[in-house]
């Protein structure tokens, strides 16, 4: 058996918004954008690396998944975005106006800092 994550869903507040954060902000590729209902769209986003699992930007339709935007772990971080250029990476964050909440800071296992979406979910970069 061969089991690979493909897709975490990330609950949104609104599609379009979404991915132009994703994709200008962050430099994601929209990997598809399909017109499923009126109301319901399959939006796949991915960060650059080969093999990147990818995110489903899924549109909140109840009040309780409303209610969940920017918060779907209860204020932990949720993501975690790793670099082979954190500097850059951190520098990038900083011109896009990206709310960074800690860091950077040196781990054990490399450079890290925590910084929020659009939404306030929160991220850690990784290098």
Same mark, same amino acid.
């Given at each position: %058996?061969?089991?690979? $994550? %493909? ?114 979910? $929160? ?5």
């Amino acid at each position: %058996m061969n089991h690979r $994550l %493909m897709h975490i869903a990330l609950v949104v507040a609104d599609y379009d918004e979404a991915i132009a954060w994703y994709t200008e902000k962050l430099g994601f590729t929209l990997v598809e954008d399909t017109v499923l209902s009126d109301v319901k769209r399959w939006v796949l986003v991915q960060p650059s690396g080969e093999g990147s699992c990818q995110l489903l930007l899924a549109k909140a339709a109840t009040d309780e998944q409303k209610s969940r935007v920017g918060n779907q772990t209860g204020g932990r971080v949720f993501l975690f975005l790793h670099t082979d250029d954190f500097e850059k990476d951190h520098a990038n964050l900083i011109a896009q106006g990206i709310t960074i909440v800690r860091g950077p800071s040196e781990e054990e296992y490399g450079k890290v800092l925590v910084f929020a979406d659009l939404y306030g979910n $929160l991220w850690d970069l990784i290098g």
